[in-house]
């Protein structure tokens, strides 16, 4: 791990992992609380590194203290659950592996993960793998890799410098750095983040004119909708999205966005398409891209309840509810359909 000032989540981290860890490695880039007494009362290892904007530097620096034959990268404010850990703990005595991609869950709805993806986790050392990108470090993968159902959480405690990333983009950006095609989808998406929308549609356009991985790209659509349609630019904002299409089968997430933009007209029976074209994605987390799980299931059939209950489909409109349901028996939308169904039932 790299860390600073993380007192707060440090030990909760570190706990998760002594069941499977036969090392623990700590650096730290300048903490001025607890942090570095917390690693070294939990025999965590513990070194520093002075921090340069580039978070490639510090974690090349912690994965060159390693010595174990398997190294594995996490920040503070993840958890690992006891039966996530059996499986790490499996996959470790696997030999047949160089990089092992672990689901990593970003949100949460009441403790069940709404945004899952995969992320390159575990490195077999032998490799020399480096860290590349001083902001979105990443590892390009190389060798024999395999895709586990381990998950590790990324239950954030506290909320960070919304600024960071992009103040680094723009220091590196005016010193004459020159971004490569994922430094460019990542600075785009930062400039939204921080509601520079105009810019944000110019770098992201830029982007999509050249060259880059299908699941940036896809994304890089699905940010502009939402630039645009924050600027009020409807038109723009579907042509956009409409773009991820040139790319590979309609996400169900942008099925959706669709949707809600046809709903919006009342045009009811664009909008039932979509959402039926939401249901029927067949996307998966393995893709590498970024999966919103409500986009799957709850979403659209939560909008087909009430658009077919618009449409006087009661009974068709109640189905899509319980479907709902299925995936969040206690959201509070699914049981006020319910109960009103059940009004209606007495009534017919």
């Not at 340069?52 to 690992?80: G, P, T, Y």
């Not at 067949?282 to 919103?292: I, L």
């Amino acid at each position: 791990m790299i860390v600073k000032d993380e007192e707060a989540t440090l030990a909760r981290c570190i706990e998760c992992v002594k069941p499977f860890a036969d090392e623990i490695i700590i650096v730290d880039t300048g903490s001025t609380d607890g942090t570095v007494r917390i690693a070294r009362s939990l025999d965590a290892e513990v070194f520093f590194f002075e921090w340069c904007d580039d978070f490639s530097a510090a974690r090349n620096f912690s994965f060159s203290k390693a010595e174990c034959d398997l190294v594995m990268w996490l920040d503070a404010d993840d958890v690992i659950t006891p039966e996530n850990a059996r499986k790490i703990a499996d996959l470790k005595e696997r030999d047949d592996f160089d990089v092992a991609f672990l689901k990593y869950a970003a949100a949460f709805d009441n403790g069940v993960p709404t945004f899952v993806y995969y992320r390159e986790r575990i490195f077999r050392r032998s490799m020399n793998f480096r860290w590349q990108g001083f902001v979105h470090e990443v590892i390009s993968p190389a060798g024999r890799t395999v895709y586990s159902d381990a998950c590790v959480y990324h239950k954030k405690e506290k909320s960070g410098n919304p600024r960071r990333n992009l103040a680094i983009y723009q220091s590196r950006i005016a010193a004459g750095c020159k971004l490569d095609e994922r430094g460019v989808f990542y600075y785009g998406r930062e400039l939204f983040f921080n509601n520079l929308l105009c810019e944000c549609v110019a770098v992201l356009k830029g982007y999509l004119n050249g060259g880059g991985w299908v699941e940036n790209k896809i994304e890089a659509c699905r940010t502009l909708y939402k630039a645009y349609d924050k600027l009020g630019r409807k038109e723009e904002a579907v042509s956009a999205l409409l773009q991820a299409f040139l790319y590979a089968a309609p996400r169900a997430e942008d099925c959706c966005y669709l949707a809600e933009y046809f709903e919006d007209k009342n045009e009811i029976g664009a909008a039932i398409y979509w959402y039926e074209r939401a249901l029927s994605s067949k996307e998966s987390a393995e893709n590498g891209g970024f999966v919103n799980v409500d986009f799957l299931v709850f979403i659209p059939a939560i909008r087909l309840c009430v658009l077919y209950d618009k449409l006087g489909e009661f009974e068709l409109a109640e189905s899509y509810n319980e479907m709902a349901g299925k995936v969040k028996p206690n959201s509070a939308s699914y049981l006020h359909n319910k109960k009103y169904f059940q009004t209606k039932s007495t009534e017919r």
